[in-house]
């Protein structure tokens, strides 16, 4: 029996037997599942590249490896794109959160696999990325080509690309309620009690998976060793405003870089010259290598040494001063490591790199503390732990997630009090210099980015393709009074008309009302032009770069009831006030009922 066949009887045999609101709790345990299996792959792939890498035959020569292997996961990611996929993979989060607010959460099928495929070998071969990215972006894909298959609304897609995000960070990092408040805060999802249960099921389907083929451990071990105390409350301080610092140098280096590698229109060149770059780098820096997991862990486990891997300095690492140094150039180089790799064409995510960095940032700021000889003493392991929080509330504009994921790490709450302070200081910081993050700058420039103001996501999810009528008669510019009434007014309903060039550029509009007195005057229609009736419209619409939001405020100030719309810089169509509230209301219903 084909597919299609057995679907259509399965759809309705569930009308029949199962309400919509069991059925959307069903699949958000499935999706919440795949979820989980499509996190525990993307590691095990990536985890079995790096063991190869580090097999015995080159394990002799590893370091001097570094140099190549990334050139090699960059050309393998080159050759998969361009032969294979035919096309660009884009960043993950920030695709999902533009297929949420501009494609009704319609998101392409070819997704479910691409990062699945690219991203792992982009890491394992030792691209400075992380892994959370892609699995968010390829579980986003199953929820919404699963609710597309099932014939879902809008407004239940949405939910279920917010469930399929939670089980991934679910999954990775096996922090069920850190992941819910993941899905929230990056999707902006409204946390109302319809759509709490679903994330629920799903956020504990995917850490489910993740026990059932890796078992209790997690990525970041940690047991609380020192509680917090009262009197290191200026240095968490302290603290707070040095992650706000990096947070904010993360996030201007990463445009910077991307604008830079946007000069080399060859993605051959780019890949050539990143790949070198993440070499050098690599060759100086190895805990720069790949996601970065085991110096996160050493430094928490205080084994800096471990952390720092062989380097060129090992020698030196007896000196403590030497090791902070090194830490630093860890700390300043993360940034700049990751977003070559991406600018080279590689594929991953920013969420882990956040960590890497900020957990180098708190153990350097706590050895310069305890070493700098006042006789100061802090944890260093906390100060570890808790510079992550900032980097990743900076970062990615994400505070509440931020700290319940560092909460729930620690299997407990002693923590509680540094952690907020960290985490609302770097992100009071680093949004007043920073407004978006990386994943929403792009889109909040476009006027695409999705929050959680309904009326402005409502305007943003609208089509303006399906809001222009092109059924508007043109007037040439060299036409005459009868000519207007022959060509225009005898053939159109309408009481607008553009008046255009031989070009098709806009100049102007003629109502009817500006010929009605005159039209029955046969004398003048050969000598009254259309240079002297028409005139400029209340406003015009630019096409490519006028919001929806921006197009509702001109008719509120202009007072228009249409108005013209440019695309290209020629004239396209007119856009109806009526038709665009009409429009507005039908989408206000689809998404929030």
């Given at each position: ?322 090791v902070i140094l090194l830490l630093m150039g860890v700390v300043i180089f993360k940034a700049i490591a990751m977003t070559t790799t ?154 607008i008309f553009p008046i255009v060039n031989d070009e098709n550029e806009f100049l102007g509009i003629i109502l009817l009302d500006d ?79």
């Open positions: 029996m084909p597919q299609s066949k057995i679907l259509t009887r399965f759809l309705i045999w569930k009308y029949k037997h199962i309400s919509e609101r069991n059925f959307v709790y069903i699949l958000s345990v499935f999706v919440g599942l795949l979820a989980g299996l499509v996190t525990v792959t993307l590691k095990n792939i990536t985890y079995f590249i790096q063991s190869l890498l580090e097999g015995k035959f080159i394990k002799d020569y590893q370091t001097t490896l570094y140099f190549i292997f990334p050139i090699i996961g960059l050309l393998l990611v080159f050759l998969f794109q361009k032969y294979i996929l035919k096309r660009q993979i884009s960043h993950g989060i920030t695709s999902t959160l533009f297929a949420i607010s501009k494609r009704n959460g319609i998101i392409e099928r070819f997704k479910i696999f691409a990062s699945l495929i690219a991203a792992p070998i982009t890491a394992g071969f030792g691209g400075s990325v992380g892994l959370q990215g892609p699995a968010v972006s390829t579980a986003s894909a199953i929820g919404s080509n699963l609710s597309q298959a099932f014939h879902v609304d809008t407004k239940t897609r949405m939910l279920l690309i917010g469930c399929a995000a939670a089980g991934a960070m679910s999954s990775m990092f096996k922090a069920p309620i850190a992941a819910i408040i993941f899905a929230v805060e990056i999707f902006t999802l409204d946390l109302a009690f319809t759509s709490l249960i679903p994330l629920l099921l799903a956020s504990v389907s995917a850490v489910i998976m993740s026990y059932l083929f890796q078992g209790t451990d997690v990525l970041l071990g940690f047991e609380l060793q020192d509680k917090f105390e009262i009197k290191d409350i200026h240095f968490y301080v302290f603290l707070g405003l040095m992650t706000g610092i990096a947070s904010i140098y993360f996030t201007k280096m990463y445009f910077f870089i991307t604008q830079f590698f946007k000069r080399f229109s060859n993605s051959v060149h780019r890949l050539v010259i990143g790949g070198v770059a993440i070499g050098m780098m690599l060759y100086f820096i190895p805990p720069l290598y790949g996601e970065g997991y085991n110096l996160i862990n050493n430094l928490l486990d205080g084994n800096h040494i471990a952390a720092l891997g062989e380097t060129p300095f090992d020698e030196h690492l007896d000196n403590i001063w030497v991406f600018a080279a064409g590689g594929v991953g995510g920013i969420f882990i790199p956040t960590l890497f960095m900020g957990s180098a940032l708190g153990n350097v700021i706590a050895k310069v503390i305890n070493n700098i000889g006042f006789g100061f003493q802090v944890s260093e392991s906390n100060f570890t732990l808790i510079g992550m929080t900032g980097l990743m509330a900076g970062v990615l504009h994400a505070p509440l997630t931020a700290i319940f994921l560092i909460a729930e790490i620690t299997g407990g709450y002693e923590l509680f009090v540094p952690l907020m302070i960290v985490t609302a200081i770097s992100f009071a910081i680093t949004k007043y210099f920073v407004p978006n993050s990386i994943y929403t700058s792009e889109l909040a420039k476009k006027g695409q980015l999705i929050t959680h103001n309904k009326d402005k996501n409502v305007l943003m999810m609208m089509n303006l393709d399906k809001i222009i009528e092109t059924n508007f008669k043109k007037i040439s510019v060299d036409a005459n009074l009868g000519e207007i009434l022959k060509n225009g007014v005898a053939k159109s309903t309408r009481n010929i009605r007195n005159i039209m029955f005057e046969t004398n003048l229609y050969e000598t009254t032009m259309v240079s002297d009736l028409m005139h400029s419209a209340p406003d015009v619409i630019d096409y490519d770069n006028d919001s929806m939001e921006q197009i509702m405020k001109k008719f509120r100030y202009s007072g228009a009831w249409n108005l013209p719309v440019i695309k290209d810089n020629k004239y396209y169509g007119f856009i109806s006030k009526s038709k665009l509230l009409t429009v507005y209301r039908r989408k206000l219903i689809e998404v929030t009922h």
